[in-house]
């Protein structure tokens, strides 16, 4: 797949709709999501719970499909691609954060980042991405016996070491303390920066909002609003 | 090592308990199927070697007596290699401190150097000395039935002339790997056995000097088998030929024959059976185990994993369970198969054992085991990679819920709602429901299979000696004898009852099929020895034609009211023309199709039930009339007052003209004694493992089912249910599938067996089918021991929910 510069769009996305069969009832995720997004930019996706972000950063990521609609990425229509093309989709643009750290426990904080590492084209060593994360310290560690905060950062050294052009983040704060949430942000807004990672960022709390170079607030399956942010707060400064 | 190899090792170590009992049912049948088989070639090929080493004979007859002078002709038959004659004595022994009376067959050794056919195997002592007219040796078996020692002395009564003999050696040979009394239908070591003598002093008692009166023989690699005892029936005729036969009539040869058939079959039908289930089994518990892994096979998609590297993750991950299962059940497998094969040549007396496990085996069971897992690693992964990486990431929600039968017949409110769980959770998943259940009753069918065998024995037994044969002891005279010897053995004080019999070797002939036995002339209404109909109701014997063992008939092919012609082997001139009776007619089958003797052609009437042997049955008096002879019996059966039993055996032996006597108890303990020894111990063994695979399954389901569940019930926990209802949901399901797999079970079971039974038939006996309640009992009370202890561990699980971890996680 072909990039564009740092600054072109990097998805694009058109009447994007999304409905759930669920047996008798049939649940409408996204009715028609009209959204860009730009290279390097810091996005926070806000809305209530059942508003349609994870839905929509899912199919931007590849890893569930549209019910109608468009999502370019880069050009390529991801609508239309294959499964197996959208394994390679993931496997070398995307890195994903999910709330709940989706760590395999059975492997060490390394071992974590390596089983994502061994199958990129150009990935960082895994304990440098643990650096990044301010982790080397705990480099052998178990899920089990790391904090959330940590297994948080785990999670995103992972997902940021295969070099992604873009980072998806669900809720990754989420299921953290404040603090601890903060120090996520902050390896999150470092990335954004150093590496000039394209990221978006779902939330329901509206204090995340100020660090993002945008804000796109859905509600009920639409985009309600899309405001850009004229002053970025550094998430150090951010309180909840 | 790469990171996903990592995790498979760890994974590996962390679902030990689960990968340990999958491995389990693995080996349960792996190491059936190399134990059986490897069993199997084991004796085959230790037959082979055995005889080939100790040259056993191909053709063998026996006859009058003829000149030593005729050997060289024997050679002018064509397809005839090698010939040597002997000397073969009936004779009467005398043990001292036992009571039973014992017969035996005295057979030659040639005087100069090693016998050409039959040669003996020595255990211990020396073989006799030629110039010596009172040494003997004596089978193994024989010699350990009495504990008699080198040097011990024996009694042997030859040609009614008693005789002392010493013991100077202990032999085995390919001959008489089964000692079989002519009429007996299992060897009794103990009051049958086989002695060897040197030729001169044996010829020299039993009026065989310069004569013989048995012959062995091998072929030429282009003889027709059937053409030449043809022809030694003809070249043998004037000397009182009793028909030449090969190995396949062999006594000793036959049975074991009938043996490893049984063997054999048991050795494929068990195996394929307990390898059958253990592949379902691991194909299904593989399935769900992978199913548990549904969530980290989106995360594994996710990060961009292939679907066939996914696949071939859980490949290696499945592939090294099976390979677990496969050693395990190698090295079980064949440490079996070598504890079996030693217990058979034991028993059959090999006096080598070549074990042998064919490559062909193993690679046979590792490709069933390797695709069984592959099966059901492969359709749970597929299934799993097939959702989209965001749906596999969330717990795997039901898409529909609805209200079970029982509700919606509106009986809920006799149910609480944890029993209302366990009922839709079974009806919103029927398809694991069903093959659990399948998976129990298969685990219950096979332990049906492994233990039916027992009862069914017990009933051949009951009808055999209980309804059939029931005189307390049958007496072979030497030859065919006037009835009235009836009223001597009438006179012996503590003979209750006696009725005679003849009995005439025969070969009968339908269409192109042969076969060989003893037309029995019983009386027709005997009390004694009854003659059964399917319905184990007696029969009356006709006037005119004979009645069959239902098996014989099935043979010959033949249907009531076909007449089946009769070719009889025997040729008792001399003797009756002693006892002053009409010279009879001796029937060839040659002279029949040739026309220059008529045909002796009899109707079939009826066929009888009998489970023990074959044979064919008509009156008494009709069959001395077809015999041309008087009023002549050659046995008696004989009931006893048990009070003067050991008077009645002590009189019999006494009686010159008793050949040969079967005591009914004996030949039960007899009867049980070989069943234990092979057909049962066999299925002990299985048994066994049945229940090793019973509770791989049944462990497996619970332990599957926690890691399923283990989220909700920890939810239910914390809402504040106690590990006791919890406990009850959980294992309340595994309960009630427990016992709805039980009947299936049964049913599979009893379809098992009646397979098993068809292809048991042999000469030898019919096991019928036969399943008494202790069958169904036992393999229920297997499951349910598997059941209440895989209950048990699982329990103990549960009570060390971690509580918090499931608040943590997302729902």
């Known amino acids: 797949m072909s990039t564009t510069g740092a600054n072109g769009v990097v998805f694009q996305t058109r009447g994007l709709t999304k409905v759930y069969d669920m047996g008798e009832v049939q649940v409408h995720a996204l009715r028609g999501v009209d959204i860009d997004l730009y290279g390097g930019e810091l996005l926070v996706l806000l809305g209530p719970s059942g508003s349609g972000k994870s839905t929509l950063l899912n199919i931007l990521g590849g890893l569930d499909t549209a019910s109608a609609g468009q999502v370019i990425y880069r050009g390529r229509e991801l609508t239309t691609a294959s499964d197996s093309e959208l394994t390679e989709y993931r496997r070398h643009h995307v890195g994903f954060v999910f709330q709940f750290y989706n760590l395999i426990p059975s492997l060490t904080a390394r071992e974590n980042v390596a089983a994502v590492t061994e199958i990129a084209r150009s990935a960082m060593a895994p304990a440098d991405a643990l650096t990044l994360v301010g982790l080397s310290e705990r480099v052998d560690h178990f899920p089990a016996q790391l904090s959330g905060g940590e297994q948080q950062r785990v999670a995103i050294a992972r997902a940021i070491a295969k070099q992604p052009s873009v980072l998806l983040c669900d809720e990754p704060t989420g299921a953290l303390d404040s603090t601890t949430g903060i120090v996520v942000l902050e390896v999150l807004e470092r990335i954004n920066r150093d590496l000039g990672t394209t990221t978006a960022l779902i939330t329901h709390n509206a204090d995340i909002a100020a660090m993002a170079d945008r804000v796109v607030r859905l509600a009920d399956g639409r985009i309600v609003d899309v405001h850009r942010n004229v002053e970025k707060k550094p998430a150090r400064e951010l309180r909840w | ?811």
Request: charged letters at 20%; one cysteine or more; hydrophobic letters at 45%.
């Open chain 2, 1 to 811: 090592m790469r990171a996903l190899d990592q995790k498979l090792l760890r994974d590996l170590m962390r679902l030990r308990g689960v990968v340990l009992a999958i491995a389990l049912v693995l080996v349960g049948g792996i190491s059936t199927f190399i134990m059986s088989l490897s069993t199997y070639d084991s004796l085959v090929l230790t037959q082979a070697k055995y005889y080939r080493d100790h040259r056993f004979a191909q053709v063998f007859v026996s006859l009058k007596r003829a000149p030593e002078s005729l050997q060289r002709r024997f050679l002018d038959i064509r397809g005839v290699d090698k010939v040597e004659t002997r000397v073969v004595a009936a004779v009467n022994l005398d043990i001292p401190g036992f009571a039973d009376p014992v017969s035996g067959q005295l057979v030659s050794v040639p005087d100069r150097g090693e016998p050409l056919f039959n040669a003996l195997y020595l255990r211990r002592g020396r073989m006799v000395d030629p110039a010596r007219d009172d040494e003997v040796v004596i089978s193994e078996s024989f010699a350990n039935a009495h504990q008699f020692r080198l040097g011990d002395a024996l009694s042997v009564t030859v040609n009614g002339r008693r005789k002392a003999v010493t013991i100077v050696g202990i032999v085995l040979s390919p001959e008489y790997i089964y000692e079989i009394q002519p009429g007996a239908v299992f060897p009794d070591y103990q009051r049958f056995g086989i002695l060897w003598m040197a030729r001169a002093p044996l010829a020299a008692a039993y009026d065989m000097e310069g004569a013989f009166n048995d012959v062995a023989l091998s072929l030429t690699a282009d003889a027709n088998h059937d053409d030449v005892i043809d022809r030694l029936d003809e070249f043998l005729r004037p000397y009182g030929g009793r028909g030449a036969y090969g190995r396949q009539d062999q006594l000793s040869h036959k049975f074991l024959a009938e043996e490893f058939g049984q063997l054999e079959t048991m050795a494929t039908v068990f195996p394929v059976i307990f390898l059958g289930v253990a592949a379902f089994l691991l194909n299904v518990v593989i399935g769900r185990l992978i199913n548990t892994e549904r969530e980290q096979i989106a995360i594994l998609k996710a990060f961009g994993y292939r679907n066939g590297e996914i696949g071939w993750h859980y490949t290696k991950f499945s592939l090294m369970i099976v390979a677990i299962g496969l050693a395990g059940g190698v090295v079980v497998g064949i440490f079996l198969g070598k504890g079996m094969s030693a217990v058979y040549q034991d028993f059959y007396r090999f006096p080598f054992l070549e074990y042998e496990l064919k490559m062909s085996v193993v690679v046979n069971a590792a490709l069933v085991a390797v695709a069984a897992g592959l099966a059901g690693t492969l359709t749970s992964v597929a299934r799993a990679v097939q959702l989209p990486p965001a749906e596999g990431m969330r717990p795997e929600t039901p898409t529909e819920f609805r209200a079970t039968l029982v509700e919606r017949a509106g009986l809920q409110r006799w149910f609480a709602q944890p029993t209302r769980m366990i009922m839709r959770h079974i009806e919103r998943r029927p398809l694991r429901a069903l093959l659990t259940v399948l998976g129990i009753a298969s685990a219950c069918g096979v332990i049906m299979v492994s233990n039916f065998q027992e009862d069914a024995i017990h009933h051949m037994i009951d009808v055999q000696y209980g309804m059939s044969s029931r005189e307390d002891l049958s007496v072979s005279f030497v030859g065919p004898t006037s009835a009235r010897a009836l009223q001597s053995l009438k006179g012996v004080a503590g003979v209750a009852h006696v009725e005679g019999f003849r009995s005439v070797p025969v070969r009968l002939h339908f269409e192109h099929r042969s076969f060989r036995t003893a037309l029995q002339g019983v009386e027709s209404d005997g009390e004694l020895h009854r003659i059964l109909d399917k319905d184990l109701r007696r029969i009356k014997l006709p006037a005119a034609g004979v009645v069959m063992t239902d098996y014989l008939a099935k043979i010959l092919g033949m249907k009531a009211g076909d007449w089946v012609t009769v070719e009889v082997l025997e040729d008792s001139q001399p003797v009756l023309r002693a006892t002053g009776f009409a010279r009879p007619k001796t029937f060839q089958f040659a002279d029949v199709l040739a026309g220059s003797q008529p045909a002796l052609r009899l109707p079939l009437v009826a066929t009888t039930k009998q489970y023990l042997g074959v044979s064919a049955y008509l009156r008494r008096n009709v069959l001395n009339r077809l015999l041309e002879e008087g009023d002549v019996i050659n046995g008696a059966y004989i009931s006893t007052d048990s009070r003067y039993q050991s008077k009645v055996y002590s009189r019999l032996k006494d009686m010159p003209r008793v050949s040969g006597t079967v005591i009914r108890e004996a030949a039960i303990a007899q009867f049980n004694q070989t069943m234990e020894q092979t057909i049962l111990f066999f299925t002990m063994v299985t048994a066994s493992l049945g229940a090793v695979i019973a509770f791989g399954v049944v462990y497996n389901s619970a332990r599957i089912a926690l890691s399923e569940r283990g989220r909700e019930l920890a939810s239910l926990r914390v809402l504040g249910f106690t590990v006791g209802e919890i406990a009850y949901i959980l294992l309340g399901e595994l309960a009630l599938l427990t016992l709805m797999a039980l009947p299936i079970g049964f049913m599979f079971g009893r379809a098992l067996c009646a397979y098993l039974v068809s292809q048991f038939e042999s000469d030898l006996y019919r096991i019928p089918l036969i399943l008494e309640p202790d069958a169904y009992s036992f393999a229920t009370m297997v499951i349910l021991t598997s059941a209440i202890i895989s209950g048990y561990l699982v329990w103990r699980r549960l009570r060390c929910l971690d509580l918090i971890a499931v608040l943590k996680m997302r729902e």
